[in-house]
């Protein structure tokens, strides 16, 4: 037994160490993915019977106005995140000085991560109330009315996005916080020997040490972007009429309100295409920079 | 490699006219660096000449990395005076100082090209680009690294990268070049040859350099003049031989000089005019010419030194200056080291740490472990420190040893 041991250590130890991970991968991801993309291909309430429709429910999906609607929010959503980084950076740079006071004025743009998206969700609703909220404070102090914006079909996206906006910015500040720790202060110390100061100093010497965490912080941007569903869920249930879903929304609400797992399924699919062309794109441009040497 | 035209110092129009009244490159006044209680600089004096090689020398923690970044602007000065060719510099940006840096872990910047690290300080003094680029290929042809400017730091060896690094201190042409322990991440035989390159690139440029190491060997073989450290404070400045012949304290004495000197507390047993006669257990009395003006008294406990290769064995017993016996030989080829148990002779902090008395002999020797053996000193080559201040109060030597 124990030479057995000794003799198979070599591939036992790590492929005992990567199973949990792998299973669970497996069962979760990958299985999930498939039986999905499986029942996408029927009819099905989720109690009855399955019915076999091959790809009925991606026809009806593609005549259907709502998921273009959804589509559209998902750009929007998709465009608007991305000023989640590089006003996480912006942050990150202000609150990274070291001034008095900074370690408290660090902390309340913390504030946002430990809060769950719904309750994110509920303060912007609020401050969205219009007469009573915030935003309609504001406004009346101009002289002006705010407009309802999570009842207006025009804004309410945006509204929402905005909302999001305010826990992914503070999740990409604290990301370039660690990176900022970690620049090398030899070359910023060669950087203004060189004479770099200001802005150049941010382009040439410190923005080139965060190619990484800018990796990082553009992926998980991108792909919080891509499923954003439970503060839309708790905002507008994506409505009015539909105007604020996305796709995860709408799969959601296909699935659970109107007990269409089949069509809902098909949704889901379709998200996961467009997230995995995305990751799959990005990991290669990702993995070619850094043989570039970058 | 003959025709290059060698960037000098004289080709920063704004400093040549300074120059002509004052050869002093640069003057340190007073530096004094605190972070809060803790003093890393203590009021450090020092004028370097025009074409100067400073090195400068201490234990870790002496503040030698501290004063270099001080002079290069990355770091404040708490109180105190930095001129550069007459100009005051203290509060002037590092890129305005008219100095070049080349660091100890290179810090090329990683995502640029050879040729981009290098002329990356001209670029930020908004250059012409034709400028740029023969200042790049004429560092690149001193360094003869011309054929890697396309390529990126990742791709280099180390020894390439610290190339660049230092042809990037070329391109700038500064008036002072400084170097933080440049060569110590190097391996031991490319450390060699970027010494004696460093030495020649030196020669060559005229510039003035200084320069930070923990190496004594580096120190020794490159300087012009070595500044020897120690808790935020000048110890000693001087040419390497005179700091190795005439240490002017206790620290200087036993800071250079590979093996350690050897340390012995002994008592004055008289003075008459000029000398002193000391002695200590297990050792025979020795007579020491004294310098000028040091207050020695009979029954003083003083510090005495020897340099391990002034000590030798000794062919007759009984004129020998101490006995012992021999713990360790080690056999270096050219030279050997013994390792000698003198009894009641201990040794203050001795090289091997247990009070052993270190002795080198210039050649190969037959004498093996556990042998007993007489040493004898010459007076003329032994230290003597007061006790208090551990200043050196035993004649000067000179220089050239005869």
Known sequence: MKTLWRHHRWWLTPTLLIMPAAILFSVVILASSVESLWIS?????????????????????????QFYVSLKNNVIWLVMFMLAPP????????????????RFLKSLFFIPLVLASVAVGVVFSWVYTPQFGLLAIIFRFFGATAPAVLSDEHFVTFAVVTAALWPQTAFCMVLYLAGLNNLSEDLIGAGRVDGAKGWNMLRHIVLPQLTQVTFIAIAVTVVGALRSFDIISVMTSGGPFGSSSVLAYQMFEQSIFSYRFGYGAAIASVLFVIMAVFIVWYLSRIIRAEERGA | MTDIHLPTSTDRPETAIAR????????????????????????????????EFIVMVGPSGCGKSTLLKTIAGLETISSGQILINGRDVSNTEPGERGIAMVFQSYALYPHMTVAENMGFGLRMAHRPKAEIDAAVLRAAKILRITDQLDKRPKQLSGGQRQRVAIGRAITRSPDVFLFDEPLSNLDAALRTQMRVELSGLHAKLGATMIY??????????????????????????????????????????????????????????????????????????????????????KGDTLTMGVRPENLSVATDPAAATFAGQVRLVEHLGRETILYIDAGPLQCVSSESGNGTVTVQIGHVTAISADAAIGLSIDPRDVYLFSSGEAQTISTRKSILAD
């Open chain 1, 41 to 65: 291909l029927h009819e099905w309430d989720g109690f009855g019977p399955m019915r076999w429709i091959g790809l009925d429910n991606y026809r009806e999906l593609f005549n259907d106005p």
């Open chain 1, 87 to 102: 006003l996480g950076l912006a942050i990150a740079l202000l609150v990274n000085q070291k001034i008095r006071g900074m």
């Open chain 2, 20 to 51: 002509q009244d004052a050869m002093t490159s640069l003057q340190l006044h007073q530096i004094q660096k605190s972070y809060g209680a803790y003093h890393a600089l203590r009021g450090i004096d020092l004028d370097v000449e025009q074409g």
């Open chain 2, 212 to 297: 930070v190491t923990h190496d004594q060997v580096e120190a020794m073989t490159m300087a012009s003049r070595i500044v020897v450290l120690n808790h935020g404070s000048i110890e000693q400045v001087g040419s390497p031989l005179e700091l190795y012949r005439n240490p002017a304290n206790l620290f200087v004495a036993g800071f250079l000089g590979a093996p350690r000197m050897n340390f012995f507390e002994v008592t004055v047993d008289s003075v008459s005019g000029r000398s002193a006669t000391v002695s200590a257990a297990g050792l025979a009395p020795l007579s020491i010419e004294l310098a000028d003006g040091a207050s020695v008294q």
